[in-house]
């Protein structure tokens, strides 16, 4: 799984709440980090319709509506799933390991 990849440590298991968001901030990028389904899953936070935090949205399984104009994303591939969102956002490989959840980047 990408071995030659940045691996940043973002968080500890346990430290987010199933269908919640924690947001990491790498550089000039603002991460969201999602646990859903006994999975994690990291995209950009901000949605590519308008500038909204993601991790303010309402999570629906595996797809987060964004809060301003109830555009949907599927946070496992980024792909934009409803208008008035038609760009997919960036999302980042996420391991777990020893007890800590880690982000490729």
């Not at 591939?77 to 800590?100: I, W």
Request: proline share 4%; aromatic share 10%.
């Amino acid at each position: 799984m990408l071995e030659s990849a940045n691996w940043i440590k973002v968080a500890e298991v346990g430290d987010i709440e199933a269908e919640e968001a924690i947001v990491y901030t790498h550089g000039d990028k603002e991460i969201a980090i999602f646990f859903v389904e006994d999975e994690y899953f990291a995209t950009s936070n901000v949605c590519t319709h308008e500038v909204a935090r993601l991790s303010e949205g309402y999570v629906d399984g595996t797809k987060i509506e964004c809060p301003l104009h109830q555009g949907v994303f599927c946070l496992r591939s980024g792909k934009a799933l409803e208008a008035p969102a038609e760009q997919p956002l960036d999302t980042y490989p996420v391991k777990v390991e020893d007890g800590g959840i880690f982000i490729a980047v």
